[in-house]
């Protein structure tokens, strides 16, 4: 039997999970959930205190938890709307659908299930 694969968008881990359980129920061959994100690096999971720690990477890692490669890239970094707060006022970020969905839900399906599955994550809240 043909495989199919579907990448579905969700706005936390925890959104996404809500699905999964149903889709295993389908037989999806693979379910995976990851965050993905612009930057590279990991995040930050700690409170962090830039005044106190000497090894201060700059603005980017501090609220974007991201690992810049060179110097440049921290600046470009840094200067985003996400890490300065500073916005131009010229994009709702809370009225776009697709805004903050940094949750990506991988999913394996049989063919035949395929359209089951879809119907499944957008019931869910996911955005095919």
């Known amino acids: ?12 881990p925890q959104e996404a999970e809500g699905c999964v359980s149903k889709l295993k129920a389908l037989r999806a061959i693979d379910v995976q959930i990851d965050k993905i994100g612009q930057y ?5 999971d700690e409170t962090y205190n830039p005044l106190s720690n000497s ?16 110097q440049d890239a921290r600046i470009l970094m840094a200067a985003n709307p996400d890490a300065s707060g500073m916005s131009d006022g010229g994009h709702d970020f809370y009225t776009d659908d697709m805004t903050r ?8 399906v049989d063919e ?8 499944v994550i957008e019931e869910a809240g996911g955005r095919i």
């Open 40 to 44: 590279p690096g990991h995040g930050i």
């Open 101 to 108: 969905r940094d949750t990506l839900l991988t999913v394996v």
């Open 55 to 70: 090894d201060f990477a700059g603005l980017a890692h501090l609220t974007l938890g991201a690992a810049p490669s060179s």
């Open 112 to 119: 035949a299930t395929f359209d089951q599955a879809l119907r």
């Open 1 to 12: 039997m043909a495989e199919r694969g579907i990448l579905a968008y969700f706005h936390s």
